[in-house]
């Protein structure tokens, strides 16, 4: 016996992927819905080797549905979660409407699974920001065995963390380089992002931070430790799909870089590759379509007395968003319906 599973979003980049790894996965699923609004009524979407037909979000009734997986934005989420949630049906949601609520558990299945019974005072489970998301997985096995004080963490982040949008301006704004008369100017970066760094995701704050870097601040401690120190310089990047971080950590104790490297190897969600020569490092091309989150140049910071930096490198579109959120509904399944 299996979910009806209701996939809220499913003609975006991640409504699409969490299709995909549901059919990958083999998710028990007996019925599936895919929702979208009513522009994209009618659009066919694959799952598996079936083709499914979106449904109008604004009239679906999800009374009867066992999971809503909701990849839409934060405005859409606030009219329709509720109404999913009162329904009866339990919401896991992708935007970030929810994950700071207290009543709202914040879960990475590798890092904090035992937060997912909280569901049950609003219906609802947040998926973290797509950059949290990879960065806890590396840092929980280590903080489990030397106590982590600090994080500093520089993000280079793909375009494609800004939806379908930012991934159709680097792919018109490279062509018209080399067309001159073709000019496109930015409109949904703030600058130039084809041949460009851009040090600003999100809005800033008062405090000369940007949203985006307090995201990673506030959803770190929810999810991991709230006495943990973290500070975020987050950067978009000419890369279409993929986030990449410079990651370095202080630890209460001394850890060695070789046991951090076992430990790491040894962790769920995590592939290791990490060898001292040309290319023996994970970038985020290679990551693509990968459920793993990769990590490399691991190695010991002499600056500090209990200090380690790595790279870690991630396919945004899965462990960030898509993935993220059906492993919660497998954590959902065997620990709380237990149905499949």
């Not at 934005?73 to 409407?97: F, H, M, Q, R, W």
């Not at 990490?274 to 990968?290: A, M």
Request: net charge negative; hydrophobic share 40%.
């Amino acid at each position: 016996m299996g979910y009806k599973v209701a996939v809220v979003g499913a003609t975006g980049n991640v409504g699409r992927e969490m299709l995909n790894i549901l059919d990958e996965r083999q998710f028990p699923v007996d019925e599936i819905v895919a929702l979208a609004s009513r522009k994209s009524l009618g659009t066919e979407i694959s799952f598996g080797d079936k083709t499914l037909k979106t449904k109008d979000l604004d009239t679906f009734d999800f009374t009867g549905w066992d999971i809503a997986l909701f990849a839409v934005g934060s405005e859409a989420t606030k009219i329709y979660a509720p109404k999913a949630a009162a329904a009866g049906c339990i919401v896991i949601d992708n935007s970030s409407l929810y994950r700071y609520d207290p009543d709202v558990p914040l879960i990475v299945p590798e890092v904090n699974a035992d937060a997912i019974h909280g569901y049950s005072k609003k219906n609802i489970i947040a998926n973290p920001n797509c950059s949290t998301a990879q960065m806890v997985v590396a840092l929980k096995p280590l903080h489990d065995r030397a106590r982590i004080k600090r994080v500093v963490v520089s993000t280079y982040q793909s375009v494609s963390g800004a939806g379908k949008e930012g991934i159709d301006e680097l792919w018109d704004q490279t062509k018209s380089i080399y067309n001159p008369t073709d000019n496109k100017p930015p409109k949904k970066f703030t600058k130039q992002i084809a041949f460009n760094v851009i040090p600003h995701i999100d809005v800033f704050l008062e405090d000369g931070s940007t949203k985006e870097e307090w995201k990673m601040v506030a959803e770190t401690k929810k999810i991991l430790d709230p006495s943990i120190k973290v500070t975020a310089t987050c950067v978009r990047v000419p890369v279409f799909v993929g986030h990449s971080e410079s990651i370095n950590i202080e630890f209460e104790d001394h850890l060695d870089e070789a046991e951090a490297r076992d430990i790491l190897r040894e962790s769920p969600g995590i592939m290791v590759i990490d060898k001292r020569e040309n290319g023996g490092y994970v970038t985020p091309v290679e990551c693509v379509g990968d459920y793993a989150t990769f990590i490399s140049r691991i190695r010991q910071d002499s600056t500090i007395d209990n200090g380690i930096n790595l790279w870690c490198v991630s396919d945004n579109l899965r462990k960030g968003a898509a993935l993220n959120a059906v492993q919660i509904a497998e954590v959902l399944g065997q620990r709380v319906l237990k149905k499949g």
